[in-house]
């Protein structure tokens, strides 16, 4: 496959980071789909992995055909290179079924595979990304722990914030070490996300004795609906929306890259 012969391997590993949320219809998969374009027009080696078994999104979204699915990874009968394929601005996309029934309980046996195929990919990409599933199913738990960090979706309605503290005290007594970090998405202005995040880290730094990480907010925009409707991707609809400058200042953030005119491929 033409994916699989052009990775080349590097020294170090990739960094991968769980993009997950406590409930459904945050905006979850869209800040993923377009975060992991962003970074990958910016020159770094991406890979974007819809874990959200039977209720796939990111190939409708994307508008990608896969030969293979992640489930035919986990259940052994394709190997992870060959469900590799090529989606937008030569993001690589490791897509799952949609409307297809879903692998109930990934079990120990089936976690432990389908991380060695994952492992086989650390030296080929810069960054990993797992769209995991919404809420705290086990299977959404499992992809989460195959990460090294974690990004928390959620917007402020009353029911994501609780739904959002929920998943992150599901990784904070699995997992106390783990790295979690939280967007606010549909913002209408970002003093008032800084503002709601400030309230949230503070009920996690009470009651779970963790801290957590802002990476900033995604304005709320009418763009992002339209661009799911026609199956494109924001960043190739309407790339310099509101939503997509949000999305490039979180990419920039996440690389430690001051905002800055020399910048130039996180203005395109």
């Not at 190997?79 to 996309?93: R, W």
């Amino acid at each position: 496959m033409e994916i699989a012969r052009n990775l080349e391997n590097k020294s170090s590993g990739a960094r991968v980071y769980a993009i997950t949320s406590g409930k459904g219809g945050v905006g979850k998969t869209s800040i993923a789909i377009n975060l992991s374009i962003v970074l990958n027009k910016a020159g770094l080696k991406v890979l974007l992995i819809d874990s959200d078994m039977g209720l796939a999104n990111i190939d409708l979204m994307t508008g990608v055909s896969a030969l293979h699915t992640i489930e035919e990874v986990i259940e052994g009968k394709a190997s992870i290179f060959d469900a590799l394929a090529e989606g937008p601005e030569g993001l690589t996309i490791l897509s799952a079924s949609s409307g297809l029934g879903r692998i109930n309980d990934m079990g120990e046996e089936r976690t432990k595979k389908f991380r060695n195929e994952l492992l086989k990919l650390e030296n080929a990409f810069d960054m990993i990304f797992i769209d995991t599933g919404a809420g705290i199913s086990a299977n959404v738990v499992d992809f989460i722990f195959m990460a090294d960090e974690v990004m928390v979706i959620m917007t402020s309605e009353p029911t994501a914030f609780a739904d959002a503290y929920a998943i992150v005290k599901v990784i904070t007594v699995e997992k106390p070490s783990m790295n979690v970090g939280v967007i606010i998405n549909m913002s209408r202005n970002e003093k008032e996300s800084k503002m709601l995040f400030d309230r949230f880290n503070e009920i996690v730094k009470k009651f779970l004795e963790k801290e957590i990480e802002y990476h900033g907010s995604v304005a709320l925009d009418k763009a992002v609906a339209d661009a799911v409707m026609r199956q494109i991707p924001l960043a190739l609809y309407a790339g310099k929306s509101s939503s997509m400058q949000s999305i490039r200042k979180i990419a920039r953030n996440m690389l430690g890259i001051e905002n800055t005119k020399q910048r130039t491929i996180f203005n395109r």
